[in-house]
C-alpha cells in the first residue's frame, strides 16, 4: 500500500530526499533503506504504530497549512512516543510538495539530532 500511495501522488519521493540532505540529513539513507513511509491520509482514528519504519508521510491532498498544523499538535499530545511535523507547499524552502503529516519515532529522531549537534 505504501509503493500505491508514492506511486500515485506522482511524486518523486527520491529527488525530494535527496534536495533536504541539508536540513535533514538522514533522509536520503533512509528512504533508500525503505525505512520510511507514504500513505495517504484516512484520519486520526487510522493512524499505524510505525513498526520497523523511522518516518511515515501521510498526504493529505486537501488540507491547508492551518489544517495541517492543528492536527500535528493534537497528535503530539495524544501520541508522545512519536513526534508529528507537518509540510506544506504554501511555507516554501524545503516544504513538501503536496501536504503532509509526518509521523516520526521521537527516540530515533532525538538521537538523530544528538548525532548532528555533535559533529
Given at each position: 500500500m505504501a509503493k500505491e500511495a508514492a506511486r500515485e501522488s506522482n511524486i518523486d519521493w527520491t529527488a525530494?530526499?535527496?534536495?533536504?540532505?541539508?536540513?535533514?540529513?538522514w533522509s536520503k539513507m533512509y528512504w533508500k533503506k525503505q525505512k520510511i513511509d507514504?500513505?495517504?491520509?484516512?484520519?486520526?482514528?487510522?493512524?499505524?504504530?510505525?513498526?520497523?519504519?523511522?518516518?511515515?508521510?501521510?498526504?493529505?491532498?486537501?488540507?491547508?497549512?492551518?489544517?495541517?498544523?492543528?492536527i500535528h499538535h493534537r497528535l503530539n499530545e495524544k501520541r508522545q512516543h512519536e513526534e508529528w511535523l507537518y509540510s506544506h507547499k504554501q511555507y516554501g524552502g524545503h516544504s513538501t510538495p503536496v501536504p503532509v503529516l509526518i509521523q516520526q519515532d521521537r527516540k530515533i529522531l532525538e538521537k538523530a539530532r544528538d548525532a548532528v549537534q555533535t559533529k
Open positions: 525530494y530526499f535527496e534536495s533536504i540532505v541539508g536540513v535533514c540529513p507514504i500513505q495517504d491520509w484516512r484520519g486520526e482514528h487510522n493512524v499505524q504504530p510505525l513498526d520497523d519504519y523511522v518516518a511515515r508521510m501521510w498526504i493529505h491532498r486537501n488540507a491547508s497549512g492551518r489544517q495541517l498544523c492543528n
